[in-house]
């Protein structure tokens, strides 16, 4: 089983909302990812977590909350997001942190209003 | 930022081979290549990777210059459902393991 499952498909939230996206495989993959992807541009490395620690942030805002409570879930909470972090949001899981290889999600599809 | 360069788009005709170059010339000799996939609106789908040799699978063909300076994806029988953009990635920053990065890719449209 290669597949990495993401909820919502889609999600409508105001700027005051809070809400997660979750993410989870069951590869026994010790690394996961989320990426955010804007329309018509590549997608780009948001938060990495090997062994369930925070591995790297890439200078994203603390709107953005990630949180992996088990090796196999991963968590994106939103709150006081703004209309211009509307995007697809991606999550993926490797094998390790070193492994390339990066099995993805179908996306979470996030509007803000 | 990443260090390859692709055709912004590729016409292929359905049944033909699709062959996808990609520039790298600044790859360091521990760098692989990798190849990525992404059907409109879905996640990215790994396609295929090499480092010096010549590799294939179920999907697709990595064609590797000598000098590992450029690569060519082909995928031997297009179908409709390989329209798609494809990301060619080299970039990786050992400090920071796991970092893919994604360039502009190549937007292949599988014609009838």
């Known amino acids: 089983d290669t597949e990495v499952t993401q909820t919502p498909k889609h999600l409508v939230m105001g700027m005051t909302n809070k809400k997660s996206l979750k993410c989870e495989q069951h590869m026994g993959h010790r690394a996961m990812y989320w990426y955010k992807q804007k329309a018509k541009k590549p997608p780009e490395l948001m938060f990495v977590y090997s062994y369930e620690k925070l591995s790297i942030n890439e200078s994203v805002p603390s709107r953005f909350s990630p949180e992996c409570p088990n090796s196999s879930l991963l968590n994106l909470h939103l709150h006081a997001l703004q209309p211009e972090d509307s995007a697809l949001y991606l999550c993926?899981?490797?094998?390790?942190?070193?492994?390339?290889?990066?099995?993805f999600g179908p996306g979470t599809r996030l509007t803000v209003l | 930022d990443a260090k390859t360069t692709q055709p912004p788009s590729m016409d292929c005709a359905e049944g033909r081979a699709a062959n996808l170059p990609c520039n790298h010339s600044?790859?360091?000799?521990?760098?692989?290549v990798y190849w990525y996939r992404q059907i409109h609106s879905q996640g990215p789908q790994y396609i295929i990777h090499g480092l010096k040799n010549n590799e294939t699978n179920e999907m697709a063909s990595l064609i590797i210059t000598e000098d590992r300076k450029s690569s060519t994806l082909i995928l031997p029988h297009a179908t409709l459902r390989d329209t798609a953009v494809y990301y060619c990635?080299?970039?990786?920053?050992?400090?920071?393991?796991?970092?893919?990065?994604f360039g502009q890719g190549t937007e292949l449209s599988v014609k009838p």
């Open positions: 990635i080299v970039s990786r920053d050992y400090n920071q393991g796991g970092k893919l990065i």
């Open positions: 600044t790859i360091s000799g521990n760098e692989y």
């Open positions: 993926a899981s490797s094998q390790d942190r070193d492994t390339d290889t990066q099995y």
